[in-house]
């Protein structure tokens, strides 16, 4: 069964830094890209990063950049997103999620939807 688990999110204070985990189980990512998405209560989900192994492509949303960094390990099967100088305005649950393509800002076009993991932005 293919499967997509994050890990991650907590509760941190402005400014401070969380990385979030997606591990693919079950395949490997090699073919896939990996988008990051976000809904935060009461909001419509967002387009947060995404990288793309087939083409190598890295995308992220304006909120978010110079902020936030994916990266992946050697294995294939696990992608990381990196957030510094988190702001409230970034608290939500985060969902990684995975199409066979490269990487697209619309959720719709991915297969594999992991469970979410939710990050907190407070003092």
């Known amino acids: 069964q293919l499967q997509l688990v994050e890990s991650g999110g907590g509760l941190v204070q402005p400014g401070g830094s969380l990385r979030l985990s997606c591990e693919a189980r079950?395949?490997?990512?090699?073919?896939?890209?990996i988008g990051w998405f976000r809904q935060a209560p009461g909001k419509e989900r967002e387009g947060v990063s995404c990288?793309?192994?087939?083409?190598?492509?890295?995308v992220y949303a304006d909120s978010v950049k110079g902020r936030f960094a994916v990266s992946r390990d050697n294995t294939w099967t696990t992608v990381y997103l990196h957030m510094d100088s988190l702001q409230s305005e970034d608290t939500a649950d985060y969902y990684c999620?995975?199409?066979?393509?490269?990487?697209?800002?619309?959720?719709?076009?991915?297969?594999?939807w992991g469970q979410g993991t939710q990050v907190t932005v407070s003092s």
């Open positions: 999620a995975a199409r066979a393509s490269v990487c697209s800002e619309f959720g719709s076009f991915y297969t594999y």
């Open positions: 079950g395949f490997s990512l090699d073919r896939y890209a």
């Open positions: 990288l793309s192994y087939t083409d190598g492509n890295i």
